[in-house]
């Protein structure tokens, strides 16, 4: 009998594995593997900052590494492991991350005459050079299929699927007729696993296609042939040759075929999952259930949640991706985050923290946390907007920028700090608000993540600010602890709840709010949405001049 | 023929002399003395931050040593100088600055009975203990005479004559029993030089009374009685024992007496200035006059014009100060301001600048300085609010806060301080346009002060933003000058205007507005009014949502 499953995470840097047991959640073996093409894994134009690909060797070269140097681990840790007892491997990567495939399902980046052109590889999510049209998707798709625009809160994003693949197209139409189809990074790697990677066999995943290709069963499926002819005709013929039908994480996109078997040292047959995005398999890796936000808090955040489909949901203006399946099957798939949160504090520490808080950053974080720690809520009289990167969530609005107000002579920088740690939580709560006026209440916040993990003072100051008991998922690779977890459910072997019960584990720490502060980052709040309704909505209006008096009054009341 | 004037200038911290030549304008002595009591001359009280008083002996100790001194000087300057060829002298102080004094004119604070009582010393302007009695007072005159508020930009502040001695009254009422009479520190020193301290005796200067003691021939001079008693019974029969009449500081306080003019080395007899503010003889000494508006850069600003008064003038709302004669004769005295302007700067490059930009705060502004003069205006993408201090000028408003928006993840120091730098433009030109609106109009601005001196960057931030010739008085010790002037003037032996022709001099670099930037600065203005009247004024409505994405398409199109 079977006990262990393997979860591969591809992140925007690197690939890592781990090696799970089913019953007792104890992580065997994990490994990660730098890609090794380009700056850090991505391959980057020095004439277009907005150009950011990947080579689909590097996914190759790890794959193999990170799979056999867990499965060492296990054996040394645990000296009766067989891999035998594998029911199933996982994928989880980042996204929207399409790749171009000639019929055979061959990246056309793999290719010898396409070895040099950057179009040709991998589109990373985070390439942006498809804005326009991005822009002209929003456009035609307000006019012609606003229902479309609805689901992914209202605006199509340069990160997502059709844009690139347009840009493409568009940019360089060579690649673009060259390419049979496209395929999702998270649908390729199962492909390749189960050794079938004709694009009409590639099971494709709902969580990408509804998040990012505009999937729905609502309208059956990809968008209709005529809305994608009004964009361009090649993207309508395109089609054709893409896909019908999406399926859960929990659905076997097929066995682990003998080549791959043989490579990794793993038996063939195995179950191999259908892929997803890595925040949705990390939200099931952290235990997300109805009721339960899971917070994947790092330079930014991904806020998941999930919303049995037996309950009726209207689409949630803002929150960016509402999908039938993506997390877990049965439930919609609720995805909302903040363009930049541990970024803003990292853009603060190298950029605006004298070295009398210590010379490196570390030691800046570490006396600036110090010495916030012991204000109080208010006691600053500061409020920031969590915008230098943008808000994703609820405005959906790039070209929004930082803001910080009230600021004295006697400012000093960890006051500024713990006024940006206040901002990004008030943007917290902001998509949490919004979410349960739709129906959707969050009872629990699980958290994951590096300042989840490491930042208490952070940590104690979201409790308050979110009034909701904060956990800490137990394990550092939620995303890769998901995938396991569909590895192994997709086998048909286990089910889905009892794994998650069984692996799913929050540290001890849970931080509960503290009434006292509670009430006054109510005050503190209101004034956050004020200014955050004022500088971020059309249809805004209101007053702003006691925002500033408030803040002082606030901050003598605190004082007292 | 005498042809030498003495200017005595009372700081803060210290107090100078200039010793000035009046046909050439030659400096030829000029000696500093740092108060000795207190800290940097300023008695505080560990129990209260708001406590600030001087020591009248330290003006006493000052006076002997920095007249001699200059004299000293002068001889070795100038062998043929003689003490004989001073023609007079003049004085001015900080203010509002009262003293408590007894019958004979002698402050509280020098008596024995006193010696250890803070609040028999000089009340400092910047002491802020009466914050409560300048609201009641503000409150009443609304109620009760609204037309006192109007020509002191509606608010009635702490800083100001009537607020400090009722606060006296209330928290110390026997030294105010004690005190017979109180005498503002610049109407004071002319009198110990002419050697008649009796209050009844002393020349009152009409820029003191006007501008902090509500003073105002419309109204038969000081507030009525009537009013003060609705205050506290006690200030109204404190009137009897004030003035009824102030006067202007080219009238002759009186001859220089015989025991002076010994312990000084000059002439007994010669004419004694009426004493003034500082700012408004440094106006004088920068070469005020219609038209120019003279602006002393310092850690705040002090802005200075005059208006004819053969042309009918309004109340300015939002300017705190307007006064017949108060710099020059036969001229409105118009004064506004900015609570912060290098105060500002100080603030930031102390508490948010990294040591990469230097070691020392000096090497962090040159550092700095040298980065944003390379970029264009606009180019940042960031917009600032002034008020880290509050707003003196239009909004006479002190609870109100610094504001900084439009940043990102890759905004820099250096960015934020040009946004600094030009948000304290902004303010400036805020009081230019307010003036011009009411008829004052101000086609060059005569500078004076540290950061005109040493900061070409800002200063042509500054032209380009006021759009207007920037120039800076040649003098170092414009104050001093204008007090030097004042004493001349006196005299009777000369005429104003030709003394400030021949010893007013500008620098010769002339700050031209650069046309290419004022266009840029046109649109930033536009917005910096936008945000500046959102969080400013009670009246505001309008729209905030466009901000960010204009400072957005402006940094583009700079770019570009």
Chains 1, 2 share one sequence.
Not at 211 to 218: I, L, S, T
């Amino acid at each position: 009998m079977g006990k262990y499953a393997i979860g591969l995470d591809y992140g925007t840097n690197s690939c890592r594995s781990l090696l799970v047991d089913l019953e007792t959640g104890e992580e065997l073996g994990s490994v990660v593997f730098d890609y090794p093409s380009g700056e850090l894994g991505v391959l980057t134009d020095s004439k277009d900052p907005h150009v950011a690909r990947q080579n689909p060797q590097d996914y190759l070269d790890g794959l193999e590494k990170i799979v056999t140097g867990a499965i060492a681990q296990a054996k040394e840790k645990r000296p009766d492991f067989q891999p035998s007892e594998v029911i199933g491997l996982g994928v989880d990567t980042t996204g929207s991350t399409p790749i171009p495939v000639d019929k055979s399902g061959t990246p056309l980046g793999l290719k010898p005459e396409f070895a040099n052109n950057l179009n040709a590889m991998v589109w990373l999510w985070k390439d942006h050079t498809s804005h326009e049209e991005a822009a002209r998707i929003t456009e035609k798709a307000a006019e012609l299929r606003p229902q479309f625009l609805a689901k992914c809160g209202g605006t199509y994003s340069s990160e997502w699927w059709w844009s690139k693949i347009w840009h493409c197209k568009n940019a360089d139409p060579a690649v673009f007729d060259a390419a049979y189809s496209w395929v999702e990074h998270c649908d390729w790697l199962p492909a390749v696993l189960t050794g079938d990677t004709k694009p009409e066999s590639i099971a494709r995943g709902v969580c990408s296609a509804g998040h990012k290709a505009m999937y729905c069963e609502e309208w059956g499926g990809l968008p209709d042939k005529e809305f994608l002819a009004a964009l361009d005709p090649g993207l309508a013929d395109l089609r054709d040759r893409l896909y019908d039908k999406a399926v859960t994480s929990d659905t076997r996109a097929g066995g682990l075929c003998a080549e791959w078997a043989e490579k990794l040292g793993l038996p063939e047959g195995i179950a191999v999952a259908v892929g997803a995005f890595d925040a949705h398999m990390g939200a099931v890796g952290a235990g997300v259930k109805e009721g339960t936000l899971v917070k994947i808090l790092g330079t930014s955040t991904c806020d998941i949640t999930v919303s049995p489909t037996s309950k009726e949901l209207a689409d949630i203006p803002g929150v960016c991706g509402i999908v039938d399946g993506s997390v877990l099957s049965g439930a919609y798939g609720i995805e909302a985050g903040q363009s930049a949160v541990g970024d803003i504090f990292l853009w603060f520490v190298h950029n605006l923290v004298p070295d009398s808080y210590g010379a490196t950053p570390g030691e800046k974080f570490a006396a600036m946390e110090e010495k916030l720690a012991a204000l109080k809520p208010g006691e600053s009289g500061l409020l920031a907007l969590d915008w230098n990167n943008g808000n994703r969530t609820v405005l959906v609005d790039v070209r929004l920028t930082g803001l910080l107000l009230g600021q004295t002579l006697h400012t000093k920088a960890h006051e500024i700090y713990r006024a940006l740690i206040e901002a990004t939580a008030f943007g917290a709560l902001t998509i949490i608000n919004r979410m349960e006026e739709y129906g959707v209440h969050i009872m629990e916040v699980m958290n994951t993540g590096g300042l989840a993990v490491k930042n208490e003072t952070l940590m104690q100051i979201y409790a308050d600010i979110l009034g909701r008991p904060l956990k800490v998922a137990a394990s550092d690779q939620t995303c890769a602890l998901g995938a396991a977890i569909f590895g192994a459910v997709s086998s048909g072997q286990v089910a889905l709840e009892d794994v998650q019960t069984a692996v799913c584990k929050t540290r001890e720490k849970v931080y509960q709010p503290i009434l006292e502060n509670q009430g006054i980052y109510a005050d503190l709040f209101e004034l956050y949405s004020t200014v955050h309704d004022a500088f971020g909505k059309a249809d805004w209006s209101g007053k702003l001049n006691h925002v500033m008096k408030r803040l002082l009054d606030i901050r003598k009341q605190v004082h007292e």
